[in-house]
């Protein structure tokens, strides 16, 4: 009886530390590293101004982030509930699980970056790119830049 009652209070008592440790604890994907395109604008910044748009400009928008989300957004929520009972097993770490997650997130972002295809690029943007040496005729992929510099991070 004892042994069972000591049992249950160190579950207890690492169920609330996990907790804890949880509401300190997030993580971030996207563009955050402050990476910039070599002519110093920021790449989160263009990320913005494609996944709305620029109107005064002609840029139509040209979301992924927001389907990336609303295609993915319960696939994350589970896969890290399904690696809660590895962090009481002791075979991982909070941080090593919201690590693990994250990068699925960047996964995710990239492959939803790589499905635009509407509204097709404009043809004084294709001639723009083929003169630089660029034959993609593709929105989002024409430096990668931006698609290069999706990462996340774990915060406490």
Request: glycine share 8%.
């Amino acid at each position: 009886m004892v042994e069972a009652s000591f049992k249950l209070t160190a579950r207890g008592n690492a169920l609330s530390k996990f907790i804890a440790e949880a509401k300190r604890s997030e993580m971030e994907a996207g563009f955050i590293d402050g990476a910039a395109y070599p002519d110093g604008e920021s790449v989160a910044s263009v990320a913005k101004d494609n996944e709305y748009g620029v109107m005064q400009d002609n840029q139509p928008p040209r979301p992924f982030m927001r389907p990336a989300v609303a295609n993915n957004g319960k696939k994350w929520v589970s896969l890290f509930g399904s690696s809660i009972p590895g962090m009481f097993g002791g075979g991982l770490t909070l941080d090593e699980s919201m690590g693990m997650l994250g990068e699925v997130v960047v996964t995710d972002i990239r492959k939803s970056i790589r499905a635009v295809t509407k509204p097709s690029l404009a043809p004084l943007t294709i001639a723009m790119r083929k003169a630089r040496g660029n034959t993609s005729t593709k929105p989002l992929e024409d430096t990668m830049t931006m698609m290069n510099n999706v990462s996340h991070k774990v915060l406490k």
